[in-house]
């Protein structure tokens, strides 16, 4: 099983309407979690971070964590075209390294 | 967020020729920054980890000797790209460790390399 797993995409999505991403994660004691943004020809911007079960929201976007199912989600609401982007699931390793999945390309049609 | 810049942000060299690109924190102090490379539509790769004051440690598959990294200061990491040919040729993109949160990592804009 791979570390960090991820739906390639894409993922296509109406303007207005909420995308859902997901991620999956081998390593039961990982303790933090994170959501990256990344523009074509851009580096990954951090958009999200969560370290507890449950929800956090921050604006549009809402991180939902589940440990005993080694789950961690990514909801955006009221999808705009800007928001068209490769979403990179992200998991610090026992040494420290953040072990990215491969990422889920999310594509707003407007 | 933590700020991390990169320079050059790209750069067209010749087959043979060496390549310095810089990476800096720039409201922060790092002790460990990372190197990674991504090829188009492909995932992001991590080549090393560059550490203050002591020596990188590459990844497996990644020469050590074509892919020089210096991190002399707690602001400062700098990669290397010895004798370039065109394979070389990727966008590169450092990060680095705020130390704000647990293992939040901040990423420098790239460096878009390109090996005639």
């Known amino acids: 099983q791979k570390e960090v797993e991820q739906n390639s995409g894409p993922l296509s999505v109406p303007e207005g309407a909420i995308a859902s991403l997901n991620c999956t994660y081998s390593?039961?004691?990982?303790?933090?979690f994170f959501w990256y943004r990344q523009y074509s020809g851009k580096s990954p911007e951090l958009i999200m971070s969560?370290?507890?079960?449950g929800d956090k929201e921050d604006g549009r976007f809402t991180a939902q964590l589940n440990k005993a199912s080694q789950y961690v989600s990514l909801l955006i609401r009221d999808s705009q075209p800007s928001d068209s982007a490769t979403y990179l699931c992200?998991?610090?390793?026992?040494?420290?390294?953040?072990?990215f999945g491969k990422g889920t390309r999310l594509h707003i049609l407007p | 967020g933590a700020v991390v810049s990169q320079h050059p942000s790209w750069v067209i060299c010749k087959s043979g020729t060496s390549v310095k690109i810089e990476c800096r924190s720039l409201d922060f102090q790092a002790t460990t920054m990372f190197w990674y490379r991504q090829f188009p539509k492909q995932s992001l790769m991590l080549m090393a980890t560059s550490n203050e004051g002591s020596k990188a440690t590459y990844e497996q598959g990644v020469e050590k000797d074509k892919f020089l990294i210096n991190h002399a200061s707690l602001t400062l990491s700098t990669l290397t790209v010895t004798s370039a040919h065109p394979e070389d040729s990727s966008f590169y993109i450092c990060s680095a460790f705020s130390g704000r949160s647990y293992n939040e990592q901040f990423f420098g804009p790239g460096t878009r390399l390109t090996v005639l």
């Open positions: 969560i370290y507890s079960n």
């Open positions: 390593d039961r004691v990982s303790q933090s």
């Open positions: 992200a998991v610090p390793n026992r040494d420290d390294k953040i072990i």
